[in-house]
């Protein structure tokens, strides 16, 4: 699969696991271990569509949880 960074154009990926941080409806979640097409240059990581639907299947349905994290919420004003 050919896949082009929308960041700076370069076509050149490693594939690596990586933590996410997802915002959905105003709840944080902390995903680690995903794998991903990171791209060489800006470092910017792409799921495929089948991870993309089983991290939402983990959000959706609260599995795997490992942890419980406490955060600091700041607004930049």
Known sequence: ME?????????KFTEQ??????????KIYLLKNI???VCSRCEEAYFLPSTQRAVM?????NRNVISKIE???????
């Open 3 to 11: 896949i082009q960074c929308h960041n700076c154009g370069n076509e």
């Open 17 to 26: 696991n990586v933590e996410q941080v997802f915002n959905i409806d105003g």
């Open 57 to 61: 299947d983990m959000i959706n349905n």
């Open 71 to 77: 955060a600091d919420v700041m607004e930049f004003i």
């Open 35 to 37: 794998p991903a097409m």
